[in-house]
Nanobody, 121 residues
Framework: QVQLVESGGGLVQPGGSLRLSCAAS????????MGWYRQAPGKERELVAT???????NYADSVKGRFTISRDNAKNTVYLQMNSLKPEDTAVYYC???????????????WGQGTQVTVSS
């Protein structure tokens, strides 16, 4: 079974920084795209950033220039460096990944359980 576990969330003041990590473990043959999503209370879950196996990235307009997504394929880990944080960044951040658990098995989408990020003075 595949598991994704996020870490690095917490409370930070506006303008501060946090680095989120998400490590995939379990039955993993290969990982395709990985990404970060977030969901604030009463709002829909939204895409924050994605990164392909080769390192190509995409960002939501609201985080461009402030957040950086990266991955370490050897560690099956994706990171989200968040700088210049704003109160509106407050949300639960979820990691996701497209993973092939075994050879010839179909690729599936997997989600972590989320980590809370709170930006407040």
């Amino acid at each position: 079974q595949v598991q994704l576990v996020e870490s690095g969330g917490g409370l930070v003041q506006p303008g501060g920084s946090l680095r989120l990590s998400c490590a995939a473990s379990g039955s993993i043959f290969s990982i395709n795209a990985m990404g970060w999503y977030r969901q604030a209370p009463g709002k829909e879950r939204e895409l924050v950033a994605t990164v392909t196996t080769g390192g190509s990235t995409n960002y939501a307009d609201s985080v461009k220039g402030r957040f950086t997504i990266s991955r370490d394929n050897a560690k099956n880990t994706v990171y989200l460096q968040m700088n210049s944080l704003k109160p509106e960044d407050t949300a639960v951040y979820y990691c996701n990944a497209e993973i092939r658990p075994r050879p010839i098995y179909p690729t599936g989408t997997y989600w972590g359980q989320g980590t809370q990020v709170t930006v407040s003075s």
